[in-house]
């Protein structure tokens, strides 16, 4: 079991820090900005002639690891897929079982990690996080507490491929007390999607702000299913009715009230709900400053995120610490690690 993280009220102690968590969403008529990843289709791409390399840089007695970044960190999750194929077809050999021989260490997780589609990569991490003795808490949290229906619908999916297993009925054995409850209410994939009710917000946000003052197993049953199953925009009108009604941001109230899992989970779900690369920026900093650079925490954030909001997360990051992400990258990693994982977040000389 990996050390607890740090309160979330850490990022939100004061009213800047605040601010940035609102910017999504805000008004939830209007729309929201936009996001944006750092990895991007290749243009002119020719999936024989990357397969014909990288079976050179992996094929001779050494490894040509910079051009293995060159290639797989510039070619979007699908081209690299469709790469796998054209290296089978012209060596008889699987590209990731290479992968798996010839790197080691964090770097071979990072490049094994870029050939996964993404729901097969959550649902390895899911794996992981749950196999062996202890489990990864935090690995769950920043999983189910940020993914979509449709991503979990996926996810589901994928595991059960790879590993013959119901991915809920594993949350269930591996999980306990209303932390599990809450994830296997997520897991389900069952939140209202683009729905609002400006009539029924008040009602919500009196459900949690006595579940929070009575904490009763039936109180935290309310507050879990309202968090997993309203819609973001429904729980953005939710959020602004509990501060008026408890003179009170919600995240405070969660972490005065609520403590170990449960309430990581909680709060990461309203961060999620505000700014999702807002939270991503927030455990980065906690993985690589909290934990000494917690490697697996990196790794899977930079990957799950690249195609999606991880331009954005490098933003909010500068905006919230004062050093970029790049920047503190560079400093606790070394090596082809470092390269491939500057690779991804995409920096460059004025992030630095």
Not at 134 to 149: P, V
Not at 156 to 184: C, K, M, P, W
Not at 187 to 211: C, H
Request: aromatic share 10%.
């Amino acid at each position: 079991m990996l050390k607890p993280l740090k309160p979330f009220r850490k990022l939100l102690s004061d009213r800047s820090q605040r601010s940035v968590g609102f910017r999504v969403f805000g008004d939830p008529g209007a729309s929201a900005p936009k996001v944006q990843g750092t990895i991007f289709p290749a243009p002119n791409f020719n999936p024989m002639m990357d397969a014909q390399m990288l079976g050179e840089a992996l094929q001779g007695f050494g490894c040509d690891k910079d051009l293995l970044i060159d290639i797989l960190t510039q070619r979007c999750n699908a081209q690299r897929l469709v790469i796998a194929e054209a290296y089978l077809s012209t060596f008889g050999r699987d590209l990731v079982s290479d992968l798996k021989e010839k790197l080691s260490n964090h770097f071979k997780e990072v490049m094994v990690g870029l050939m996964y589609p993404p729901p097969s990569y959550d649902a390895h991490e899911l794996w992981h996080a749950m196999k062996g003795a202890g489990t990864d808490e935090n690995c769950l949290i920043d999983i189910l507490a940020s993914r979509t229906n449709g991503e979990i619908f996926q996810m589901r999916e994928a595991y059960y491929l790879q590993y013959n297993r119901d991915l809920q009925e594993d949350i269930y054995s591996e999980t306990s007390g209303h932390f599990r409850d809450t994830l296997v209410n997520l897991v389900q994939g069952t939140r209202e999607e683009g729905y609002t009710d400006p009539a029924t917000a008040a009602q919500d946000a009196m459900v949690l702000w006595e579940s929070c003052q009575k904490r009763t197993g039936e109180h935290k049953t309310l507050l879990q299913m309202i968090l997993c199953n309203k819609s973001y925009q429904q729980l953005w009108l939710v959020f602004q009715e509990f501060q008026t009604i408890s003179g009170q941001d919600i995240v405070d109230a969660i972490n005065e009230c609520y403590d170990g899992s449960f309430q990581e989970l909680l709060v990461a779900i309203v961060l999620c709900v505000r700014d999702k690369p807002g939270y991503f920026a927030y455990r980065l900093y906690s993985a690589i400053h909290d934990f000494g650079f917690h490697n697996k925490t990196v790794i899977r954030i930079l990957i799950a995120r690249s195609e999606i909001d991880l331009m954005t997360i490098r933003k909010r990051y500068k905006e919230r610490y004062g050093k970029s992400l790049f920047h503190d990258i560079k400093h606790f990693a070394s090596g082809h690690y470092e390269k491939a994982l500057l690779a991804i977040c995409a920096g460059d000389a004025d992030d630095y």
